[in-house]
């Protein structure tokens, strides 16, 4: 009998837990996205083959990690009230002259009244002539040699973003070289090693010794975070470029420690 009631108290308790726990979840749930992000891949100039692999990356990692993600090449939805709604708007793969004027007006005051933004890849490949932007993303991009395999160092391990990295991340990948060098108005977060590709690009440009690939920098009263990585369709499986796009957004949505004062 005393065994019986034993056994009946266990089940009881069990139960009880499984009610708990289930409970939880539901209510984890029912309390929605942590936050939300504006993805934006919009071209006007060339059009990457990666964009729906990237796209699709981005939502899957919106779904593993509790926040909404909604993807998008309509550029109507620059205006006030809409981005409004978002910790980060990401371009993703943009090029060229993706909004026109208002909607470029609209985007500004986002930054300034404290967004986030994040540039993927070819992002710096869009809207060369607003300074603005420019200045948002922290350099231009001018070209580019083949893709091919090659050494990117690691500087910034204190950051969301290049915490799960190895301080040498051999990698394949289309290594642009840009118009200036950021490191004077941003937090370098990565490097490549150009002795250990051919860095030199279509028109006959190369960075040198000091070659930055990634960074971040306060702007204008909001928060920016660059990656010049993610040309191939293969880099959106791979597992630690996925947690460097990671930890990127949650730095530019302000999710994570976003210490990224310039070097200088």
């Known amino acids: 009998m005393i065994g019986k009631r034993v056994t009946a108290v266990l089940a009881g308790l069990l139960l009880a837990g499984s009610l708990t726990a289930a409970a939880s979840t539901a209510a984890s749930a029912d309390s929605g996205p942590a ?25 899957k990692l919106g779904s593993e990690h509790n926040f909404a993600v909604d993807a998008t090449e309509d550029d109507t939805v620059f205006n006030d009230a809409n981005l409004s709604r978002y910790q980060a708007v990401v371009f993703l793969l943009t090029t060229g ?12 005051r986002y930054i300034e009244h404290g967004g986030g933004f994040m540039g993927v890849h070819s992002a710096s490949d869009t809207f060369h002539n607003w300074a603005w932007y420019g200045g948002l993303v922290g350099a231009y991009f001018v070209d580019h040699p083949s893709p091919q395999q090659a050494t990117v160092d ?15 991340w051999v990698r394949t990948d289309e290594w642009y070289n840009f118009n200036i060098n950021p ?42 975070f660059y990656t010049a990585m993610g040309h191939t369709s293969e880099s959106y499986s791979e597992p630690l470029y996925l947690q460097h796009l990671l930890g990127g957004i ?4 302000g999710q994570a420690p976003f210490n990224c004062n310039p070097d200088s």
């Open 35 to 59: 936050f939300r992000v504006l993805v934006f891949s919009k071209t006007a100039a060339f059009r990457h083959a990666s964009i729906p692999a990237a796209i699709a990356a981005v939502e």
């Open 97 to 108: 002259d993706v909004l026109n004027t208002t909607e470029q007006g609209a985007f500004q």
């Open 154 to 168: 690691v500087e910034g391990t204190s950051t969301a973003a290049t915490a799960p990295l190895p301080n040498k």
């Open 183 to 224: 490191r004077p108005n941003v937090r370098v977060l990565a490097t490549v090693d150009e002795k250990s590709y051919n860095p030199v690009g279509f028109s006959g440009h190369s960075m040198g010794a000091d070659h930055p690939i990634a960074w971040c920098h306060p702007y204008d009263g909001g928060r920016s």
């Open 250 to 253: 949650d730095m530019a949505a």
